[in-house]
């Protein structure tokens, strides 16, 4: 009880009352303390269940007055019985908060956020999250759980598909487009709708990449390196936060004061509202930090907001109140930065407004809309290697396309597109034989499972059936793909994992392909014809016999309802690949957690191979496998030596920093000109590189393009031991290059 009362000194101190327009005013001021409860609670009649309870007894509830808001419906008619419950049937008629995880698209699918960060287009990411909220809005939704900027270095988490990545500056500028996407400039905007930025925090870090497992890391790291895309979010105006399901520092997330008070609401200024995720609050008392009571006092008493689906608040809030744990004037500052959102979204004038159902026949799913996702696709798609030029394929020909994901549409969306449609997805099949046409004759075989294991399978298709088994044995699998491959003058494999083998809950400790899998591309192989690996994947896998096998590596993610056409368009090279990796891919699952921006140690290892007392493994490199920020193209691009304007910057002067950079190919195609810069001598040791500002371009052939960055000390700002944010004076290392490892390097000084 002590840390109740402390919590309880700090509430008082906290002054701001959230401020409501008249009209909310007044009906604010007609709330009983049980009303004002109900407002904090969030549930969902099951559309979206992402743990072991569904919300019971929904309309009773939303009747009496006990419900905020409600997530997992989407669709005019089921929203809107929902609301009119709220409104026509509750005392003061407040309506309803319809949330969703509207994640990478809301119908129309894009590719999963690992995906569409490969594109490093920051106006592309934004017209996604712009054209999810048109369509989610037409669909009677108003907030949806996204953005997701977990950092994770962690291929094994399953949600590091989720995510943009490993690095804190790119993951920052996704943050931020995103946050703009949904929200646009104008919350009344009906075709906007209210951000979530989630799960603060340092949910992708959990220790051995098990989801929900222990996070612990350092302040200084996690102020510099996992904080800064929360922040970007916030900074950008997102309406609302989401706790994460981790402890940090032995402390719940959705009970620590440290994230929320001081960190968010002090250190930030946030003022909009902070929901739990599912059940977090009730989990507490898994975590071993108090019962049910306790645990929702402690979250409330650390600014929590709302509570999703667990109804801790709902059901001891009042009591805590007479008990002395919470205050009343907390119970009415969360009540009031809920009304405050949906006053923002404008449902005290028109609770109906986001139900548009001329809108979502004309809009959702639309020609225009399918075109834009099969930009997208393509777009985020990482050329891995393509030796020889074997891509692009000529529309000539016989080609056998082989494997377990060409014709698979339940796995073409991946994972979190809870309102995607399958069978409006297009396969990699059907994509080749329309891109290909006339000129080329199609061969299939399926070739094998994506997994043999039943009793995998049955973990992996808790959603749906994604791992179908085959009634046909393995040896026959693998026979017809044999045959139809040794008819063909290429092969096309199309293998990897089933959309949900990554995503919430879908922690692997093997991030190699499945070994049937493996062993239909070993068999393939021993024909001799040229293979091309299309590879459908949520994480970064571990793919070194492939690497040095295939002629050509493909990543594909999961490009969402257009994938299969935007496959056909890069393989066919209607389409230039332009994507580059945002997470490192391992040589082994051995060198996890795995990122660019390591540290050097005292004992660095200067070659590929190792040497004695230093830091490196007897049995594998240090280096990835294809490191953060590499992607090829189908050209080539030669940059120029570098230019600096000059070598010394200051608080007052800064520093340009030019290169040029030609496509030397004959195709037109994008280039991400990529600056990293390390503090070489600092108060703490600093990362040998860091990315702080990026450039994508697009070139004709033979085309130069002069690419310029500015280095100033802002740029150059870290926290330090204790944890101010400041820059050191001293030696700065400028690199410039296609990625984080092929890099030119000059010296640079910020002079005091
Ligand atoms: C749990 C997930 O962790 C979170 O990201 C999601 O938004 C909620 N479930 C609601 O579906």
Same mark, same amino acid.
């Given at each position: 009880?002590?840390?109740?009362?402390?919590?309880?000194?700090?509430?008082?101190?906290?002054?701001?009352?959230?401020?409501?327009?008249?009209?909310?005013?007044?009906?604010?001021?007609?709330?009983?303390?049980?009303?004002?409860?109900?407002?904090? @609670?969030?549930?969902?009649?099951?559309?979206?269940?992402?743990?072991?309870?569904?919300?019971?007894?929904?309309?009773?509830?939303?009747? @009496?007055?006990?419900?905020?808001?409600?997530?997992?419906?989407?669709?005019?008619?089921?929203?809107?019985?929902?609301?009119?419950?709220?409104?026509?049937?509750?005392?003061?008629?407040?309506?309803?908060?319809?949330?969703?995880?509207?994640?990478?698209?809301?119908?129309?699918?894009?590719?999963?956020?690992?995906?569409?960060?490969?594109?490093?287009?920051?106006?592309?990411?934004?017209?996604?999250?712009? &054209?999810?909220?048109?369509?989610?809005?037409?669909?009677?939704?108003?907030?949806?759980?996204?953005?997701?900027?977990?950092?994770?270095?962690?291929?094994?988490?399953?949600?590091?598909?989720?995510?943009?990545?490993?690095?804190?500056?790119?993951?920052?500028?996704? *943050?931020?487009?995103?946050?703009?996407?949904?929200?646009?400039?104008?919350?009344?905007?009906?075709?906007?709708?209210?951000?979530?930025?989630?799960?603060?925090?340092?949910?992708?870090?959990?220790?051995?990449?098990? !989801?929900?497992?222990?996070?612990?890391?350092?302040?200084?790291?996690?102020?510099?390196?996992?904080?800064?895309?929360?922040?970007?979010?916030?900074?950008?105006?997102?309406? +609302?936060?989401?706790?994460?399901?981790?402890?940090?520092?032995?402390?719940?997330?959705?009970?620590?004061?440290?994230?929320?008070? !001081?960190?968010?609401?002090?250190?930030?200024?946030?003022?909009?509202?902070?929901?739990?995720?599912?059940?977090?609050?009730?989990?507490?008392?898994?975590?071993?930090?108090?019962?049910?009571?306790?645990?929702?006092?402690?979250?409330?008493?650390?600014?929590?907001?709302?509570?999703?689906?667990?109804?801790?608040?709902?059901?001891?809030?009042?009591? +805590?109140?007479?008990?002395?744990?919470?205050?009343?004037?907390?119970?009415? =500052?969360?009540?009031?930065?809920?009304?405050?959102?949906?006053?923002?979204?404008?449902?005290?004038?028109?609770?109906?407004?986001?139900?548009?159902?001329?809108?979502?026949?004309?809009?959702?799913?639309?020609?225009?809309?399918?075109?834009?996702?099969?930009?997208?696709?393509?777009?985020?798609?990482?050329?891995?290697?393509?030796?020889?030029?074997?891509?692009?394929?000529?529309?000539?020909?016989?080609?056998?396309?082989?494997?377990?994901?060409?014709?698979?549409?339940?796995?073409?969306?991946?994972?979190?597109?809870?309102?995607?449609?399958?069978?409006?997805?297009?396969?990699?099949?059907?994509?080749?034989?329309?891109?290909?046409?006339?000129?080329?004759?199609?061969?299939?075989?399926?070739?094998?499972?994506?997994?043999?294991?039943?009793?995998?399978?049955?973990?992996?298709?808790?959603?749906?059936?994604?791992?179908?088994? !085959?009634?046909?044995?393995?040896?026959?699998?693998? =026979?017809?793909?044999?045959?139809?491959?040794?008819?063909?003058?290429?092969?096309? *494999?199309?293998?990897?994992?089933?959309?949900?083998?990554?995503?919430?809950?879908?922690?692997?400790?093997?991030?190699?392909? &499945?070994?049937?899998?493996?062993?239909?591309?070993?068999?393939?192989?021993?024909?001799?014809?040229?293979?091309?690996?299309?590879?459908?994947?949520?994480?970064?896998?571990?793919?070194?016999?492939?690497? =040095?096998?295939?002629?050509?590596?493909?990543?594909?993610?999961?490009?969402?309802?257009?994938?299969?056409?935007?496959?056909?368009?890069?393989?066919?090279?209607?389409?230039?690949?332009?994507?580059?990796?945002?997470?490192?891919?391992?040589?082994?699952?051995?060198?996890?957690?795995?990122?660019?921006?390591?540290?050097?140690?005292?004992?660095?290892?200067?070659?590929?191979?190792?040497?004695?007392?230093?830091?490196?493994?007897?049995?594998?490199?240090?280096?990835?496998?294809?490191?953060?920020?590499?992607?090829?193209?189908?050209?080539?691009?030669?940059?120029?030596?570098?230019?600096?304007?000059?070598?010394?910057?200051?608080?007052?002067?800064?520093?340009?920093?030019?290169?040029?950079?030609?496509?030397?190919?004959?195709?037109?195609?994008?280039?991400?000109?990529?600056?990293?810069?390390?503090?070489?001598?600092?108060?703490?040791?600093?990362?040998?590189?860091?990315?702080?500002?990026?450039?994508?371009?697009?070139?004709?052939?033979?085309?130069?393009?002069?690419?310029?960055?500015?280095?100033?000390?802002?740029?150059?700002?870290?926290?330090?031991?204790?944890?101010?944010?400041?820059?050191?004076?001293?030696?700065?290392?400028?690199?410039?290059?296609?990625?984080? &490892?092929?890099? =030119?390097?000059? @010296?640079?000084?910020?002079?005091?």
């Amino acid at each position: 009880m002590k840390h109740i009362l402390y919590l309880l000194f700090f509430t008082s101190i906290l002054s701001a009352q959230t401020t409501l327009s008249p009209k909310v005013e007044a009906i604010y001021q007609q709330m009983t303390i049980d009303e004002k409860i109900g407002q904090l @609670n969030l549930i969902t009649p099951g559309g979206t269940v992402t743990g072991e309870v569904v919300s019971k007894n929904v309309n009773e509830k939303m009747k @009496n007055g006990q419900v905020g808001g409600i997530f997992g419906i989407r669709g005019a008619k089921k929203v809107r019985q929902a609301q009119q419950i709220a409104v026509d049937s509750s005392r003061l008629g407040i309506p309803l908060i319809i949330g969703m995880d509207v994640i990478h698209g809301h119908q129309t699918i894009f590719p999963i956020p690992l995906g569409l960060s490969c594109t490093w287009n920051m106006d592309l990411i934004e017209k996604t999250a712009r &054209q999810a909220a048109r369509e989610a809005t037409a669909d009677g939704l108003m907030w949806t759980f996204s953005p997701m900027v977990d950092i994770s270095r962690d291929p094994r988490w399953g949600r590091i598909s989720e995510g943009n990545g490993e690095d804190p500056y790119l993951g920052s500028q996704i *943050a931020k487009a995103m946050v703009r996407g949904y929200q646009g400039d104008d919350f009344t905007d009906p075709t906007t709708m209210l951000a979530c930025v989630k799960h603060f925090a340092l949910y992708g870090a959990a220790e051995g990449g098990r !989801d929900y497992n222990t996070v612990d890391m350092s302040k200084v790291r996690m102020y510099n390196e996992y904080l800064p895309p929360y922040k970007a979010a916030i900074d950008a105006g997102v309406a +609302s936060v989401m706790t994460s399901f981790n402890v940090l520092d032995y402390v719940p997330a959705s009970g620590s004061k440290f994230l929320f008070r !001081d960190v968010l609401r002090d250190e930030w200024g946030f003022d909009g509202f902070v929901v739990t995720d599912y059940t977090a609050i009730n989990e507490m008392i898994e975590h071993g930090v108090g019962n049910l009571q306790t645990v929702s006092a402690t979250a409330l008493n650390v600014d929590i907001d709302m509570d999703m689906v667990g109804e801790g608040f709902l059901m001891t809030l009042k009591e +805590s109140l007479e008990d002395g744990f919470v205050t009343e004037s907390d119970i009415n =500052e969360a009540c009031r930065r809920i009304l405050k959102a949906k006053e923002l979204l404008g449902l005290f004038e028109d609770p109906y407004r986001y139900f548009d159902e001329e809108r979502a026949s004309k809009e959702i799913l639309s020609d225009e809309f399918r075109a834009f996702a099969r930009e997208v696709a393509a777009e985020s798609f990482v050329l891995l290697k393509n030796e020889d030029d074997i891509l692009p394929l000529e529309k000539t020909g016989k080609i056998a396309v082989i494997g377990p994901l060409a014709d698979s549409r339940r796995n073409m969306l991946g994972t979190w597109s809870v309102s995607g449609d399958h069978s409006k997805a297009v396969t990699v099949i059907e994509g080749i034989r329309e891109v290909a046409g006339e000129g080329v004759e199609i061969l299939y075989a399926k070739g094998s499972n994506i997994s043999d294991d039943p009793e995998f399978a049955r973990k992996v298709n808790a959603f749906g059936p994604e791992i179908v088994i !085959d009634e046909r044995s393995s040896a026959i699998l693998l =026979e017809e793909a044999l045959i139809v491959a040794n008819q063909a003058d290429v092969i096309v *494999a199309v293998v990897g994992e089933a959309a949900d083998m990554s995503g919430e809950s879908s922690s692997m400790a093997n991030i190699g392909l &499945q070994p049937e899998q493996l062993e239909l591309l070993k068999a393939l192989e021993k024909t001799g014809k040229p293979i091309i690996m299309v590879l459908y994947n949520g994480r970064p896998m571990t793919l070194n016999w492939e690497s =040095e096998n295939m002629d050509a590596i493909l990543d594909v993610w999961f490009g969402g309802t257009e994938g299969g056409n935007a496959v056909a368009d890069v393989l066919f090279g209607d389409k230039v690949p332009g994507g580059r990796l945002t997470t490192s891919f391992p040589f082994h699952v051995g060198q996890i957690p795995i990122y660019y921006s390591m540290l050097n140690t005292g004992r660095p290892n200067f070659g590929e191979t190792a040497q004695k007392f230093r830091s490196n493994y007897l049995d594998i490199p240090n280096q990835p496998l294809y490191p953060f920020g590499y992607g090829l193209s189908y050209a080539t691009f030669d940059y120029s030596p570098m230019v600096l304007s000059d070598t010394l910057f200051s608080n007052t002067s800064d520093i340009k920093v030019n290169v040029n950079v030609k496509n030397t190919g004959d195709r037109e195609a994008t280039e991400v000109v990529q600056l990293y810069v390390r503090d070489v001598v600092a108060s703490i040791s600093r990362p040998m590189k860091e990315l702080k500002g990026f450039q994508k371009i697009r070139l004709a052939p033979g085309e130069e393009k002069q690419v310029e960055f500015t280095i100033d000390q802002s740029m150059v700002e870290f926290y330090n031991v204790d944890l101010e944010k400041v820059s050191e004076p001293g030696l700065f290392e400028v690199m410039i290059g296609p990625d984080s &490892q092929r890099l =030119e390097r000059r @010296n640079a000084i910020l002079k005091k």
